[in-house]
């Protein structure tokens, strides 16, 4: 991204003009990479509001923009025909990369299915751009619930597992586990237990991933795992620290037992997915990224370019920086497991009709997560006396394989339903991904 023009007095010296530059020039590399601005503070090594992180001042006339974008509000988008803004303090606009079609079929969608809070963002893998970015709480419109890490990541979570099974156990798509019960509601300690008379279910950890076999992930987890390697696979895919991103993200929670003792069943709980963690809807979005990316995370962005009152370009984003986070071979393998979310799993309905042709025209990849409130300890469900919510997940991308230089498409849906319910998320990804993919639909090139 190139920032210009900057406005100098005719009595700035050079030196001056030098030092504004570097100092500029090292304040946008250290928000572009997403450089927390709020310390850890506490014992446990808890981290001040996200929300609340500042841009660094530049001290020079014109401030040099960089994200995340002081004042930026991302729940007040205005729709046009070809593009789509949001404002900026002092006068300043930001164009955004969000595709006007899919943000109002996003919309829609929510509207349509009357659900009582709920979080669309879409994302183009190979640009970092995103394309559609909504949220929707009753009344509530000051909440921009996209950024939000207060959701129960639930069974999301086990792609993180498989990740790390892959990478220090050697698993693979076809890595076959025997159990004795399927664990839909919860794990208990006998499901860690071995035992060759009880254990008659045997299954592959794809088709596990795609029916969210909760005692596959809990067991394989117990016994090749630790607390070190799921941790590890866990931060390498962005979880306990912000996303970076052009507003600042609250960090997804992370909190992993140890594999031992009397907190292995939590260890193992929290392998499958039931507790300990949570999930932003932009950030699930990253993670699907990450994985139609052959493993390499790209850093999500929604401003293309900053002007201000006069038209001028004060800022304009450039090419994305990217890391690996995982390996190749994890990728694929990974996206072999979330295939048989689609073709065998729990979505296996929401994507296919009656004579079991698909809804989309293409293959995708995708997990689901499914938990309820009422189930949650205090700290991550609802809070004491109130209403159960069921919290329902879909993160994913397509096609899941994509032929070089076709379009592609990467999605987080978080519904939050009440105990009486429309729809879960994988519906609401379902419709989205079908608008994407319609063949007569007019295109806004991602910036």
């Not at 808890?46 to 992180?53: H, Q």
């Not at 001290?59 to 900026?88: M, V, Y």
């Not at 509207?111 to 751009?129: Q, R, S, W, Y």
Request: aromatic content about 6%; proline content about 6%; glycine content about 6%.
């Amino acid at each position: 991204m190139s920032i210009g023009p900057l406005r100098f007095g005719r009595s700035l010296g050079l030196g001056a003009v030098a030092f504004a530059l570097v100092v500029g020039s090292v304040a946008t590399l250290a928000h572009f990479r997403g450089v927390p601005r709020a310390r850890a503070a506490g014992a446990e090594g808890s981290v001040e509001d996200p929300l609340a992180m500042k841009v660094v001042q530049v001290p020079n006339a014109a401030k040099a923009l960089a994200p995340p974008f002081a004042g930026l509000d991302l729940s007040r988008i205005a729709l046009g025909d070809n593009g789509a803004t949001a404002a900026l303090p002092n006068k300043r606009v930001a164009e955004l990369t969000i595709d006007p079609r899919l943000q109002r079929a996003a919309i829609a969608a929510m509207k349509t299915h009357k659900l009582p809070e709920a979080t669309i963002v879409m994302m183009d893998p190979d640009t970092g751009a995103i394309l559609a970015y909504a949220s929707r709480l009753g009344n509530d419109h000051a909440r921009d619930l996209a950024i939000e890490a207060t959701a129960p990541s639930a069974s999301v979570f086990k792609i993180v597992t498989a990740a790390a099974l892959v990478e220090k156990d050697g698993a693979n798509a076809q890595t076959r586990e025997c159990f004795a019960r399927s664990a839909e509601q919860r794990v208990v300690a006998s499901d860690l237990v071995v035992d060759p008379l009880r254990d008659k279910w045997c299954m592959t950890l794809a088709t596990a991933m795609g029916k969210s076999e909760n005692a596959v992930f809990a067991r394989m987890a117990h016994d090749h795992l630790d607390q070190a390697s799921l941790e590890t696979a866990a931060r390498a895919l962005g979880y306990g620290a912000p996303i970076a991103f052009d507003v600042a993200v609250q960090p997804s929670k992370l909190e992993v037992p140890k594999n031992e003792g009397a907190d292995a069943l939590g260890f193992a709980r929290t392998a499958a997915g039931f507790w300990n963690t949570t999930l932003s809807p932009l950030h699930a979005a990253e993670i699907a990224a990450t994985v139609a990316r052959n493993g390499e995370a790209i850093r999500p962005h929604v401003v293309a370019r900053v002007t201000d009152d006069a038209g001028h370009v004060e800022y304009e984003a450039r090419d994305p920086e990217t890391r690996r986070a995982i390996s190749p071979a994890a990728a694929e393998a990974l996206t072999t497991m979330m295939e048989h979310t689609i073709t065998e799993g729990t979505s296996y309905r929401a994507f296919h009709d009656a004579r079991r042709a698909p809804f989309v025209p293409v293959s995708v990849a995708g997990k689901t997560g499914t938990l309820s409130g009422a189930g949650l300890p205090e700290r991550e469900g609802a809070s004491k006396g109130s209403e159960p919510r069921l919290y329902s997940w879909f993160t994913g991308f397509a096609p899941s394989h994509a032929e070089p230089g076709k379009k592609r498409v990467a999605i987080a849906v978080l519904v939050v339903n009440k105990p009486r319910w429309h729809v879960k998320a994988n519906v609401v990804a379902r419709e989205m991904l079908r608008e994407f993919f319609r063949e007569d639909a007019p295109r806004v090139a991602s910036r």
